[in-house]
């Protein structure tokens, strides 16, 4: 075996440590993200992942008066059989249905309609975006006076008309119509917006092409506009689906769910169940049910914007 030289041994004795520093140079990036990271990952788990970690464990703990508590699946159970979740979950569809396609169809059409910059458009466009700004606890206060019977505006001027006073609120025929007129007049202008925005990114070029081939209007927003704005629709869409399941201010306000659960809404149950019968195990498992319905919506909204039409000019 020849004899290793000296300055063979310091070469390797120099060419050793050079691994670790590099490996030293690489954590210290990761390191420095991890102590940016730190602070907004302790608020997101202390107030997003235990709140929903708790209320799952509060849906599967079954308590009973004077007896100890026991996990299982009884809440679920008992959820699924109330009659008064079931009334409140057709409640939702019925005003999923009366709201979402209503204010989509105006927000669309208003968007079409103001996309040119003009002093009159940016006018109409701050009109109709104004209600995004209102609170919704104000607005049910501001139309509960004008739904009053017999002396709000409405029936003000619908007795010009020969129209008699109706109990826009009282009636169970009524209510929940009533509350979807609110939700369609405070959504649509919130909803306006993104469609503007999306209108935005369609290349005027595509527009022009099809005006030089004699498309008209109709053809134009059928063949061009409506298959580019498909992301943005599908966007606003869950949106519009996610306010549904989330805004009940207005019917705590205006209604307390009633008469006779006409506006009972799935979100107004839980609140109906944790904070006035105290039955946080019922209202644990209404929430984990919904949780899990917005979740699936998320999934779905992401594949539907992934799959969307795009095209490059």
Sequence with gaps: MPPVSSATTTIGAIARPVPIARGRARARPVLLAALLLAPSAVFLIAFTYWPVLQVLLSSFTVSSFGGAAHRGLGNYARLLSDPHFARAVVNNLIYAAGT?????????????????STRFAVALRTLIALPLLIPLVAVAALFIFIFLPGAGLLDYYLAKLGIGQTNWLGDPSLALGSIIAITIWKNTGYYMLFFLAGLSGIPQDFIDAAKIDGAGAMARFRLITLPLLMPTLAFVTVIALLNVLTQVDHVIVMTSGGPDDATALVLFYIYEQAHQN????????????????????????????????????
């Excluded at 946080?280 to 498992?285: F, H, P, Q």
């Design 100 to 116: 979402i396609v209503p204010s989509l169809a105006l927000a669309l059409a208003f968007a079409l309609g103001l996309r040119e």
């Design 278 to 313: 105290f039955d946080v195990g019922l209202a644990s498992a209404a929430t984990a049910v919904s949780v899990a319905f917005l979740f699936a919506l998320s999934v779905v909204s992401l594949r539907t914007l992934e799959r969307g039409t795009h095209y490059e000019s």
